[in-house]
Structures are given as structure tokens and as C-alpha cells.
């Protein structure tokens, strides 16, 4: 046989191979549903994405499945984190999306029912890059006077940006933030602060905020105190980020950690174990969803903004997060643990 007729046939082979594989993909999610599970109520950022995401991933989905969300709210995600842990089914079909804070959890020292790094990940949508507020009226509008005043800030769980970061603020700096915890969502944490309940919110997205408490931005009724990022927010250019407002560089280095999740974001994760064929699938389908032109024009009629990574990048960032100094992880331990 020649080199070319082997050619030839070893070339009709691999199409064949990959059409096969293709078909058996297709039947892999044909004519089921994927769930995809928040860890929080309804109303809020991390919701957002999530519906925004479950309108379209399906249709890149070999065979097409349904795409459901389910809301799953409890411990700032740390229940539907143990249920996609643990009970979830290893095929593609049980999904979430938690808080990124989560990644800091193992490092942090907390005791918890999963192990973070073993999770798989699908992708980024955004990174996860919140603020915290108060009212203008507040006794404090910004972490000075917070030295001096009691200002009081709703927070979801123990867990949470919005519980650690006002925490390591008071323990750092001698600020007097009272952490409130026990708000589900973004939307009840601003619905708490419009209602007086509290004088402010620990952590949310701006776009939560544009959503929830757009008559107050308009007015000027708002103070950003920092944002939970590495870097400025390019929508808050004015607003520091908590690192910045450190007075020295062990308080930044800590500081820095504690806000390291803010690029992990908003990640559609997988339970550990999934399938290897499985996973792949859905790494290609999110792939591309996120360049198609219908999925970014959704998301920017909804002010979403979107700020990809691939599953394999996210998985990196979880790699750094928990290859921190043990030094380091002792020192943000003690200053953000509830």
C-alpha cells in the first residue's frame, strides 16, 4: 500500500473517529436537563450571571439539553457547595455557581464538608469584583471616619468578602464596622440598607447596585468605602481598592489575599469527579457561548458585564490562592475569622 493510499485512509479513520466521538457527545446530554445551582437567592449578582448564562449555554451544548437554575441559598454559598461536593451528579448535568470567596476557604483554615481545589471549573463570565457602600447620611463615609463611628453593614455568611473584609479592616486598621450577617442576596442587603436597617452593605457588584439602588446613585446618596479587587474597577475609577488603604505593607499583603478572589469571580463550577469527556464538553460550550454575538448582546441589555477565563485559567488562580505563605495565611486567618 503507498504512503499516500495510507494517507488517505488513516485521515478517513480520524474523521470517522471524530464523528463518532461527536454523536456520542451529543447523545452524552441528549434530552436532558442541566442544572445549574446558586449559591444564593434570587435578586442578586451571582443569580444574575446565572440566568444570563442559562438562557444560552444549552444551545452550544452538544444535543441541546434544558438549562434550569435553582436557587440554593445558605452560608454564603457553603450549601450548595457541599450538596455540588458531595450528592451531585458526575455526568455534566449538576452545575453551580458559588462564591468566589469559597477559593479563600481551605487556605483560611475553615472547616468545611469540601475541599475547594477539587472542584472542576467550566469557565469564568466576570470576574467577581465588588464594593462596599454606605449612605451618605451614615455615621461614616469613608474607613477614617469608620475609626471613630460605629457604622453598621449588612453581609451574607461567615464566609463571605462582605463578613472577612469589614472584620480585617477592624482588626487591622481599628475601624468599627458591625458586620449584620444573615442577608441571602445582594437585593435584600440593599433593600436593608434603603430601609435604614443598616448603614451600609460589606460587599456587592455595581452592577448589583445599577440594578437595586439606581434613584440613590442618580441623587448622590451613596459612598463607596473600597472595592474588594486587585485593581480599580474601571466603572469606579475614584474608589480605592482595599489593598490601597492599608498604612503598611504586612497589612496590604494580607489585605491583597483576602481580595485575591475577586479574579476568580463569577465561575460555573463542576462537582469533583466529573467526567473527563463530560467536562471537556462543557468547556467547549462555554467557550463558545462567551464569543457569540447573541449571548453578549443579552448580557449587555441586562448591564452584565462579561470578563471571560477558561476553566483551566480558573483553576490556576485557585492554584495561587492556595499556594500562599503559610505566614501569610496565619495572619489573614486571624484578622478576617468571624
Do not use: C
Not at 436557587?71 to 457553603?78: I, L
Not at 482595599?242 to 489575599?257: F, G, I, K, P, S
Not at 441589555?301 to 490562592?321: F, H, Q
Request: no cysteine; charged share 20%.
Amino acid at each position: 500500500m503507498s504512503y499516500l493510499m495510507r494517507s488517505v485512509i488513516a485521515g478517513m479513520f480520524a474523521l470517522v473517529l471524530a464523528a463518532l466521538s461527536t454523536v456520542a457527545r451529543a447523545a452524552a446530554f441528549d434530552g436532558k436537563t442541566i442544572t445549574i445551582i446558586v449559591g444564593f437567592g434570587a435578586g442578586g449578582g451571582y443569580d444574575a450571571y446565572a440566568r444570563l448564562a442559562g438562557r444560552h449555554f444549552g444551545k452550544f451544548v452538544p444535543g441541546r439539553p434544558n438549562v434550569v437554575i435553582q436557587n440554593k441559598p445558605g452560608g454564603s454559598s457553603a450549601t450548595a457547595a457541599a450538596y455540588l461536593y458531595g450528592s451531585a451528579r458526575k455526568d455534566g448535568t449538576e452545575l453551580g455557581i458559588l462564591n468566589s470567596n469559597l477559593a479563600l476557604a481551605k487556605v483560611l483554615g475553615e472547616t468545611t464538608p469540601f475541599d475547594v481545589t477539587r472542584f472542576t471549573f467550566i469557565g469564568r463570565l466576570v470576574q467577581s469584583i465588588n464594593v462596599a457602600l454606605v449612605a451618605s447620611d451614615a455615621p461614616a463615609t469613608d474607613v477614617q471616619g469608620a475609626m471613630e463611628k460605629e457604622v453598621i453593614l449588612a453581609a451574607s455568611g461567615v464566609s463571605s468578602a462582605t463578613t472577612r473584609i469589614p472584620l480585617a479592616f477592624n482588626r487591622l486598621m481599628g475601624t468599627r464596622f458591625k458586620v449584620l450577617r444573615g442577608y441571602e442576596s445582594s437585593r435584600k442587603m440593599l433593600h436593608a440598607m434603603e430601609q435604614g436597617e443598616v448603614h451600609g452593605v460589606g460587599g456587592t457588584s455595581y452592577d448589583a447596585v445599577r440594578r437595586g439602588l439606581r434613584h440613590w446613585l442618580e441623587a448622590g446618596r451613596i459612598r463607596f468605602l473600597w472595592a474588594t479587587s486587585l485593581t480599580r474597577d474601571r466603572n469606579l475609577p475614584d474608589v480605592p481598592t482595599a489593598a490601597e488603604l492599608a498604612r503598611t505593607d504586612e497589612q496590604r499583603r494580607v489585605l491583597r489575599l483576602l481580595t485575591s478572589p475577586s479574579s476568580f469571580g463569577r465561575v460555573i463550577w463542576g462537582p469533583p469527579g466529573l467526567e473527563s469527556g463530560a467536562l471537556r464538553t462543557l468547556q467547549e460550550a462555554f467557550a463558545a457561548m462567551i464569543r457569540d454575538a447573541a449571548f453578549l448582546a443579552d448580557a449587555s441589555k441586562r448591564k452584565l458585564e462579561i470578563d471571560p477565563a477558561s476553566g483551566d485559567e480558573v483553576r490556576e488562580i485557585m492554584r495561587t490562592i492556595a499556594d500562599a505563605p503559610e505566614s501569610l495565611l496565619r495572619q489573614a486567618r486571624r484578622v478576617s475569622e468571624p
